[in-house]
Nanobody
Framework: QVQLVESGGGLVQAGGSLRLSCAAS????????MGWFRQAPGKEREAAAA????????YYADSVKGRFTISRDNAKTTVYLQMNSMKPEDTAVYYC????????????????WGKGTLVAVSS
């Protein structure tokens, strides 16, 4: 079975940093685009960041541009989200996601979801 294991979530003060990791196993076939969705209480789920299969193209929500950086290790099927200058508005459950392309990922064309990891930013 396919398994996405997220780690790195936790509590951080505003202005601080966290680094999320997601390790995927059980994937077959072509390489996959990967990314991070997030959902805050009372808010709709949104794509925070995503990276293409080759790692050369990225997507960032306007709310995180300049603060978050997504990267991947294709050989290990691992994706990272470096979150700097964090704001209370970043508080959410973050989900690692996998899809067939960057475009598909950011438009909810997803094949797999992780179980999520909670990120809480205090003011």
């Amino acid at each position: 079975q396919v398994q996405l294991v997220e780690s790195g979530g936790g509590l951080v003060q505003a202005g601080g940093s966290l680094r999320l990791s997601c390790a995927a196993s059980g994937l077959t076939g072509s390489t996959y685009a990967m990314g991070w969705f997030r959902q805050a209480p009372g808010k709709e789920r949104e794509a925070a960041a995503a990276i293409s299969r080759g790692g050369t193209s990225t997507y960032y929500a306007d709310s995180v541009k300049g603060r978050f950086t997504i990267s991947r290790d294709n050989a290990k099927t691992t994706v990272y989200l470096q979150m700097n200058s964090m704001k209370p508005e970043d508080t959410a459950v973050y989900y690692c996601v996998v899809g067939s392309s960057l475009t598909r990922v950011v438009t909810y064309g997803l094949d797999y979801w992780g179980k999520g990891t909670l990120v809480a930013v205090s003011s």
